[in-house]
């Protein structure tokens, strides 16, 4: 079969086509062509730079399986250059084993892997990468063979690339639709708080945000004072009764106003402004324009709100998160791996971060429901998180009445040791170091006080905590199986919502002029 493909193809009359194909498999050599991509795609944050390191790490990790395991391995004879005219063999023959195909392998491993992030890039890659594989046997340096095994190989060390680095399948999670909420025509009955520090400097959302929903109430956050006690006070003070609560800013700010809706049994608006806006991603609220939709039409879904009660030398107190909570190491980890995330990657982040923060943390004794531990962190979801015994990266329900609690053993010997390795080999969820349940309610008690951390932020230290689902909030989210938001695109990566205001008031004021 090989011989019958290679002759066909050596037979092929001349075409304009044989100096493209020659200069790109050169351009694919040492993957510098795959390389070049990522670069450019690396210059777009989000789903784009993601697709570009993921595309990179199956790059290299394909090119070890053929070029150091599978060469080795098998040795084969490649094509006879005489085959094939001159003006279509390689000046510079290769002399390693023609089985599989390198540059086959780099190709597709590359392509598949950006697709799992960005399928619209990943198309467009395809008939790129099809062709570098094609160009090995059009210019008679490979079997065909060759490279059906090569492509084989880079697009299964692609998929691969999922047991350590998980994919989102779905752009938000699943949710009890409640019918029940007021309309917010304009954001009528809406008491809304802006924190204008939050997410990218220099940029204030708050004339934004009045001009999407004049007819809300926008309070702007104050320097020191309590984002809860705020809203409360709005509250009270109005004339009439508020229809909903909400907030725009990053998760701490959401959190606030998430308790006060709890508290007075209002529905919740989120804006997103912040800087990572978990909360809001996995909630499936994007940009102000959905919350526009979402609160004219009355749309919403349930969501759990937690609940952390602290208590020790300085008396009880209690607050409300809505992502995670955490004790031990786990508040430098998160921090390390935000702040490095962008560049790198959740995954590659998430590993680097806990390396350095095991190498530099102490352990703490702790007491989970009646058993003591000794622990290096201990993590609180509010909701199940995925996946399993690995990274928590998104949750794919938000209403399901659960903790997620998982922590990390330092009683065992080479506890750090063993979490690095199981976590490169992607055997985190069958290590002893690691253990994980899901229940409805947490007690820890500590054996001296420790920091408790939720939503990024460090709330105090204690001795005796309770980690609970507090109770359901109405949140406002466009429901995408309505029909009149089949022409609302959703946006596939984070953008300001000046850059949103601009682009709709453009729009309207071509709309009128029609």
Not at 28 to 36: N, V
Not at 369 to 397: L, T
């Amino acid at each position: 079969m090989d011989r019958a493909i290679s002759g066909a193809v050596a037979e092929l009359p001349a075409t304009a086509a044989d100096a493209v194909i020659l200069r790109l498999t050169h351009t694919a050599d040492y993957g510098l062509l795959w390389t070049g991509i990522a670069a450019a795609l690396a210059t777009r944050p989000g789903s784009t730079r993601r697709a570009a390191l993921r595309g990179m790490v199956a790059l290299g990790g394909a090119s070890f399986v053929v070029n150091v395991i599978l060469k080795s391995l098998v040795a084969r004879r490649r094509p006879a250059a005489e085959l094939l005219p001159v003006y279509r063999r390689l000046v510079n023959q290769p002399t390693s084993s023609s089985f599989p195909s390198g540059h086959s392998a780099a190709a597709v491993a590359f392509a598949t892997a950006v697709a799992l992030e960005t399928p619209r890039t990943g198309l467009v890659l395809a008939p790129l990468a099809a062709t570098v594989a094609y160009s090995r046997v059009h210019t008679g340096v490979h079997w065909a063979s060759d490279v059906a095994v090569g492509a084989t190989v880079g697009g299964a060390v692609a998929m691969a690339t999922r047991r350590w680095w998980p994919v989102r399948e779905s752009d938000e999670a699943k949710a009890r639709i409640v019918r029940e909420v007021p309309m917010l025509a304009e954001g009528k009955g809406l008491v809304l708080l802006v924190n204008p520090v939050s997410g990218a400097p220099g940029y204030d959302p708050t004339e934004d945000v009045a001009a999407a929903l004049p007819a809300a109430t926008v309070l702007v956050t104050e320097p020191g004072r309590d984002c809860v006690d705020q809203l409360e006070q709005a509250i009270a003070e109005r004339t009439d009764a508020p229809a909903a609560v909400g907030a725009a800013g990053g998760d701490g700010t959401i959190a606030a106003a998430a308790a006060v809706a709890l508290r007075n049994n209002l529905p919740l608006v989120v804006i997103p402004t912040g800087t990572l806006n978990h909360f809001a991603r996995d909630l499936g609220v994007y940009d102000l324009l959905e919350v526009v939709d979402a609160t004219g039409a009355g749309e919403a879904v349930g969501v759990d709100i937690a609940g952390l009660e602290l208590s020790g030398a300085d008396g009880a107190r209690t607050y409300h998160w809505i992502n995670t909570a955490s004790l031990g190491a786990y508040p430098d980890l998160v921090r390390r791996r935000e702040k490095w995330q962008d560049r790198w990657g959740k995954w590659p982040a998430f590993a680097a971060a806990l390396v350095v923060t095991l190498r530099r943390s102490e352990p703490i004794r702790v007491r989970l429901n009646q058993q003591w531990h000794d622990v290096w962190f201990v993590f609180v979801g509010n909701g199940v998180y995925h996946p399993h015994g690995a990274v928590p990266a998104f949750r794919s329900r938000i209403d399901d009445g659960l903790l997620d609690v998982r922590w990390l053993r330092a009683d065992l010997k080479f506890s750090r040791t063993r979490a690095v390795a199981a976590l490169l080999l992607a055997a985190f969820g069958r290590s002893k170091v690691y253990s994980e349940q899901q229940v409805h309610e947490l007690i820890v008690q500590l054996d001296e006080p420790e920091a408790v951390a939720a939503d990024g932020e460090v709330l105090g230290e204690a001795t005796n905590l309770r980690f609970s689902v507090a109770g359901q909030v109405a949140t406002y989210r466009r429901d995408e199986e309505n029909p009149r938001w089949a022409t609302r695109a959703r946006p596939h990566h984070r953008r300001s919502l000046a850059e949103w205001w601009d682009r709709r008031r453009g729009a309207d004021d071509r709309s009128v002029g029609l």
